[in-house]
């Protein structure tokens, strides 16, 4: 099954330093990614969606130059956490969608990254 | 606006016992449904889905759910709980498959 791929697991950084989040799709392209945070027992917010070759679509109060997105290739995603602040520490995952699959496909999941930040 | 409602964040079972996790959407078109669960600092894994056929769907690690489209539910179902299914647990619909929405979530611990 499709595969993606999530480093680090965890990180922990100082405050004021910034951090690189990858994500990549192991044995399919994905021109698209979506990135997800969550805070403790919550669901999944929706950050931003990453495309291939093009700017990142942010959510609405997601501050685009707080957490930049690449897409640099079909199979990987980076998100960067600049000028981390300890209220960014967090669980931040991406995931991919169906895409050349079929639309009634669900999303392949990366296993999560744990940023802590002091 | 499409939506997703879990009924209880936290559900409560002894090991053995019946599991039943809801999950109620809103929309006038039957989405495309999923169940997923995440286990402690890990990413989500997938449980079930339904797209059409049959209403009944069969999932890993014994667990079901059904499609019903006359209460817009797609409740989450095991028999027998085993201590191993303690998680937190999202159902998530899909209309157009790059957009996913996700319930609140509900936690479930299993007593011994």
């Known amino acids: 099954g499709a595969v993606v791929s999530q480093h680090p697991s965890w990180v922990i950084c100082k405050s004021g330093t910034s951090v690189k989040i990858e994500c990549r799709s192991l044995d399919f392209q994905a021109t698209t990614m979506f990135w997800y945070r969550q805070f403790p027992k919550q669901s999944l917010m929706l950050m931003a969606t990453?495309?291939?070759?093009?700017?990142?679509?942010?959510e609405q109060g997601v501050e685009k130059d707080k957490f930049l997105i690449n897409h640099a290739s079909l199979t990987l995603s980076t998100l960067t956490v600049t000028s981390a602040h300890p209220e960014d520490s967090s669980f931040y995952i991406c995931?991919?969608?169906?895409?050349?699959?079929?639309?009634?496909?669900?999303?392949?999941f990366g296993n999560g990254t744990r940023l802590t930040v002091t | 606006a499409q939506s997703v409602t879990q009924l209880g964040s936290h559900v409560s079972v002894s090991e053995g016992a019946l599991v039943l996790l809801r999950c109620n959407y809103s929309?006038?078109?039957?989405?495309?449904l999923f169940w997923y669960v995440q286990y402690p600092n890990q990413g989500l894994q997938l449980l079930l889905k339904y797209t059409t056929g049959a209403t009944l769907v069969k999932g890993i690690n014994g667990f079901e759910a059904e499609f019903k489209k006359s209460e817009t539910s797609f409740h989450l179902t095991k028999p027998s709980a085993h201590m191993s299914d303690a998680a937190e647990y999202f159902c998530?619909?899909?209309?157009?498959?790059?957009?996913?929405?996700f319930g609140t979530g509900t936690s479930l611990t299993v007593i011994p």
């Open positions: 929309s006038s078109v039957p989405p495309y």
């Open positions: 990453s495309n291939e070759g093009s700017k990142a679509t942010y």
């Open positions: 998530a619909v899909s209309y157009t498959g790059n957009q996913f929405y």
């Open positions: 995931s991919a969608p169906p895409g050349q699959e079929g639309y009634n496909s669900p999303l392949h």
